[in-house]
Nanobody
Framework: QVQLVESGGGLVQPGGSLRLSCAAS????????MTWYRQAPGKERELVAT????????NYADSVKGRFTIDRDNAKNTVYLQMNSLKLEDTAVYYC????????WGQGTQVTVSS
């Protein structure tokens, strides 16, 4: 059974940091590109950051470049999103996605940036 389980979300003040984790099981994690998406209330889901299967390449949305870092540990079947200098507009549900020939999604974790 395929599972993607996100964790690490929560409430943080502007300028703060959070580290999200996504633990994968039920498929060959190291063969899949991994992506973090987010969806704010009333908005479409948007790509935040993506990393290739071996971790050699990453890509970021312009809105998070220089603040967020995606990385992965294929030995632990986990992908991470380090989020620094958080802004109010980063508030959203963050989803983990695995992509190769098909797409798998996690259930999401809420990130709220508020003073």
């Amino acid at each position: 059974q395929v599972q993607l389980v996100e964790s690490g979300g929560g409430l943080v003040q502007p300028g703060g940091s959070l580290r999200l984790s996504c633990a994968a099981s039920g498929f060959t994690f190291s063969s899949y590109a991994m992506t973090w998406y987010r969806q704010a209330p009333g908005k479409e889901r948007e790509l935040v950051a993506t990393i290739t299967s071996a971790g050699g390449r990453t890509n970021y949305a312009d809105s998070v470049k220089g603040r967020f870092t995606i990385d992965r540990d294929n030995a632990k079947n986990t992908v991470y999103l380090q989020m620094n200098s958080l802004k109010l507009e980063d508030t959203a549900v963050y989803y983990c996605n695995a992509r190769r020939y098909t797409n798998y999604w996690g259930q999401g974790t809420q990130v709220t940036v508020s003073s």
